[in-house]
């Protein structure tokens, strides 16, 4: 088999031209087809009919091994009996109430009892939303204005984080030891801009510096301890300690996004780094694949009811429905679970490394548990320390060719290199990731 983007795109479209035909349609009424920028999977997205533990079904009627999960939501896999049940059970009492119920409270104490640096928690519909949330209580706590975020950081659709996501190091990103914010959307004011502070990964030094010359007037590093949508870039544990040292002694508060990552592990992946942020943000696995979002921290960041000093609202936070599906889920996954989960991560990563390395193709497996990130480099042995290296390293090419070709062979990643393991798949359904990704690369690399 060789493989080039032109025909394999092409298959990609013969396969799911409902998909595409669909799409082109949606686009009458919906800009671009869909109101989740981030769906297109190259040519169009592929429309999906049905979900039933580790696979979908589109709408051809192909049987697809989901390693999307709705961008690492669904921890436990799709029409799962724990949530399904718990979200049928409670449906008949109504939806929403201009009232607080009971498992809102409940959810909320499994999270403070399972992260430590958790003491209070709030909830909203979102992870956007709760970001949002997050760095409105550190403005709060602090009196001071800016924000520090990192390039490659992902934090949902708020002005702030979105600056610098992907920033192209030949134009206008500044140089590597001091970045500049570059914007990702049209639409974000310049007095955004001047408010965010942008940080480079795994450079200590660098940060320290920056944080040290804005600490007057900044209120909050956000950063997630593992990168997501941005690219899965994994943090050295010097690099993450040395951050909180430094914002300690600065003032400024550490936002830990958790919003992905809190799927590495039981406690969260800060009790992995042996970390205490300030603020921790939650949401995807917390509701369970419904909406939900939250933000976490002690006590005495969240002066919101005694005090009325911090606005926090919208209609559905904290939602019935999300909330009881998130109370099932995180039940579900106790300690046993994220081990199961986790060993599945770890032999994707230990075994295609490997593979890689002895065949001296370039390719490798970045992250920790359950939420992976594949990458194709321009050179055999090459590894990322920081998205400026994926971006100037990165064989895009070949990307889309492994992305198009996995669901052309019935797998369906996330488009950048992102793959989220789930409770509902097996050792089959993992050595048959290893293999179609093995085929691939001896394909692209001629060794087959
Ligand atoms: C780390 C991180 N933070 C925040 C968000 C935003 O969450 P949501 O899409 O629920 O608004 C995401 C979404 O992918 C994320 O990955």
Request: overall charge negative; proline content about 4%.
């Amino acid at each position: 088999m060789s493989l080039n983007l032109d025909t394999v795109v092409e298959r990609f479209c013969e396969k799911f031209e409902a998909s595409g035909n669909l799409s082109e349609k949606a686009g009458a009424y919906i800009p671009g087809g869909y109101s989740r920028s981030s769906l297109t999977f190259g040519p169009h997205a592929i429309f999906v009919e049905r979900g039933e533990g580790a696979y979908i079904q589109t709408i051809e009627g192909h049987q697809l091994l989901d390693l999307h999960n709705c961008f690492s939501c669904n921890i436990l896999g799709h029409n799962h009996p724990a949530v399904t049940e718990a979200i049928t059970e409670f449906a008949p009492n109504g939806f929403c109430f201009g009232n607080p119920m009971e498992h809102e409270h409940k959810l909320a104490k499994i999270l403070c009892e399972r992260i430590e640096s958790v003491e209070k928690v709030i909830f909203s519909c979102s992870g956007s939303e709760a970001c949002l949330s997050a760095i409105r209580i550190a403005r709060a706590n602090t009196g001071k204005n800016k924000i520090a975020k990192f390039e490659g950081g992902y934090h949902g659709l708020g002005d702030e984080f979105l600056l610098s996501l992907h920033p192209d190091p030949a134009l206008l990103a500044g140089p590597a030891d001091r970045p500049l914010p570059v914007a990702n959307s049209a639409g974000i004011p310049n007095y955004t801009a001047a408010n965010v502070i942008v940080l480079p990964q795994n450079d200590l030094e660098s940060c320290e510096r920056i944080l040290t010359e804005n600490a007057s007037d900044t209120a909050g590093v956000i950063m997630e301890l593992q990168t997501g949508a941005g690219g899965v870039i994994d943090f050295d544990p010097d690099f993450v300690h040395g951050l909180r040292d430094v914002t300690q002694k600065l003032g400024i508060l550490l936002i830990v996004d958790e919003v992905i990552t809190l799927r590495a592990a039981f406690n969260g992946m800060q009790s992995l780094f042996g970390i205490l942020p300030d603020l921790t943000v939650m949401g995807k696995i917390i509701g369970g694949g419904l909406p939900l979002g939250a933000v976490g921290g002690q006590e005495k960041y969240f002066r919101m009811h005694d005090e009325h000093l911090i606005y926090h609202s919208g209609t559905n936070h904290g939602h019935p429905l999300s909330t009881i599906a998130g109370i099932a889920c995180m039940e579900t996954m106790n300690k046993k679970a994220y081990k199961k989960l986790n060993d599945f991560g770890s032999r994707i990563k230990t075994e295609l490394n490997e593979w890689a390395d002895e065949k001296q193709y370039p390719f490798f497996v970045n992250g920790t548990g359950s939420h992976l990130g594949y990458e194709i480099t321009d050179e055999p042995n090459r590894k990322y320390k920081s998205c400026r290296d994926m971006m100037t390293f990165s064989n895009e090419d070949n990307m889309q060719i492994f992305a198009f070709e996995m669901a052309n062979q019935g797998i369906f990643p996330m488009y950048r290199g992102q793959i989220a393991l789930s409770m509902s798949m097996s050792k089959k359904d993992i050595d048959s990731f290893i293999n179609t990704s093995k085929e691939i690369l001896d394909a692209l690399y001629g060794n087959s």
